[in-house]
C-alpha cells in the first residue's frame, strides 16, 4: 500500500485525527518521529485525538492531506464570557 493509499483510507475513515491514521500515513511510528523532530517514545505517549498543535502541524506536513479537527479551533463560550459587545 502506497502513502496516498494510506492517506486515502485515513481520509474516508477518519473524524478527528488519530494516531493509527499518522502512523499509517508515515508507515510506522519511527517515521512519524523523524518527520516531527520528535522522539519515538513521544508518539508512542500520544492519545486519541492528538493534541491540537501537533494536528496543526502534521495537517501543514502532509500538505492537508491528514486534516486537523475543525472543532479544535472554534472559540470557545468561556473565551466570550465578560467579554465587551
Not at 3 to 11: F, V
Not at 12 to 30: E, L, R, T, W
Not at 53 to 76: I, N
Amino acid at each position: 500500500m502506497t502513502k496516498l493509499d494510506r492517506a486515502c483510507e485515513c481520509i474516508h475513515n477518519a473524524i478527528n485525527m488519530v494516531k493509527n491514521d499518522v502512523i499509517g500515513f508515515y508507515g510506522s511510528q519511527h517515521e512519524v518521529a523523524r518527520a516531527l523532530g520528535i522522539t519515538r517514545s513521544a508518539v508512542s505517549y500520544w492519545k486519541d485525538p492528538l493534541p491540537a498543535l501537533r494536528q496543526l502541524q502534521l495537517e501543514r506536513l502532509t500538505g492537508g492531506v491528514l486534516k486537523a479537527d475543525a472543532d479544535l479551533w472554534k472559540p470557545s463560550e468561556a473565551a466570550h464570557v465578560g467579554s465587551v459587545r
